[in-house]
């Protein structure tokens, strides 16, 4: 109703400030609670965006809550039924946590058949993988992923020196062009 959606308003709007004074006050259980129910059901992806960024900021404390959230987010994220925005959207929440138990899902995402926005989100996502997941999946599907993603793929690479390596072993064999690669990212390998 009007009365609610115009009191999330005001709790997002409160909560935002108070992060951009870098002086956020600690969420209680029930902040949470509102914010991951904003995200889900809230018609306005601007409100939507703006709930899972302040639970990018605070975190989700109740374990079951934040399991429970991620699992929802999951099934959105590979369900082709829901737009393109709200499966966007639902990607970038698994990475609220360690999104190892989600790579194959993020992998079946990462495909010329579906919209950009959901292979970047995706791609992000599986970035936030701790390990080299994301750089050993972008290498085996690189003839598959088109230009706009391949550049997104590109910078998953510069994160560390040993993603770094793996990219200039990648050049060195042919797999990826170094043309491909651009003067700033050229520069950076080159400082390794």
Same mark, same amino acid.
């Given at each position: 109703?009007g009365?609610?959606a115009?009191? /999330?308003g005001?709790v997002?709007?409160?909560?935002?400030?108070?992060?951009r004074n870098?002086k956020?006050?600690?969420?209680?259980?029930?902040?949470q /609670?509102?914010?991951?129910?904003?995200?889900?059901?809230?018609?306005s992806?601007?409100?939507?965006?703006a709930s899972?960024?302040?639970l990018?900021?605070t975190g989700?404390n109740?374990?079951?809550?934040?399991i429970?959230?991620?699992?929802?987010a999951a099934?959105?994220?590979?369900?082709?039924?829901?737009?393109?925005?709200?499966?966007?959207e639902?990607?970038?929440?698994?990475?609220?946590?360690n999104?190892t138990?989600y790579?194959d899902?993020?992998?079946k995402?990462i495909?010329?058949?579906?919209?950009?926005?959901?292979?970047?989100?995706?791609?992000?996502t599986?970035?936030?993988?701790?390990?080299?997941?994301?750089?050993?999946?972008?290498?085996?599907?690189?003839?598959?992923?088109?230009?706009?993603?391949?550049?997104?793929?590109?910078?998953?690479f510069?994160?560390?020196?040993?993603?770094m390596?793996?990219?200039?072993?990648?050049?060195?064999?042919?797999k990826i062009?170094?043309?491909?690669?651009?003067?700033?990212?050229t520069?950076?390998?080159?400082? /390794?």
């Amino acid at each position: 109703n009007g009365g609610e959606a115009a009191w /999330q308003g005001a709790v997002l709007s409160g909560l935002a400030g108070g992060l951009r004074n870098r002086k956020p006050s600690p969420l209680t259980e029930n902040d949470q /609670q509102l914010l991951v129910k904003t995200f889900f059901d809230h018609p306005s992806g601007d409100v939507r965006k703006a709930s899972l960024q302040l639970l990018k900021n605070t975190g989700i404390n109740n374990e079951a809550l934040a399991i429970s959230s991620i699992k929802k987010a999951a099934a959105i994220a590979g369900d082709r039924t829901q737009t393109n925005e709200k499966r966007s959207e639902a990607i970038n929440f698994i990475a609220l946590r360690n999104p190892t138990p989600y790579i194959d899902l993020l992998k079946k995402i990462i495909v010329p058949q579906e919209h950009p926005t959901v292979q970047l989100a995706a791609l992000s996502t599986l970035n936030a993988v701790p390990d080299m997941t994301v750089n050993k999946y972008v290498l085996q599907e690189w003839t598959m992923l088109t230009p706009g993603i391949r550049d997104a793929a590109l910078a998953t690479f510069m994160s560390n020196t040993q993603r770094m390596a793996l990219l200039l072993d990648a050049v060195e064999s042919g797999k990826i062009q170094a043309s491909s690669l651009g003067w700033s990212r050229t520069s950076s390998l080159m400082g /390794q």
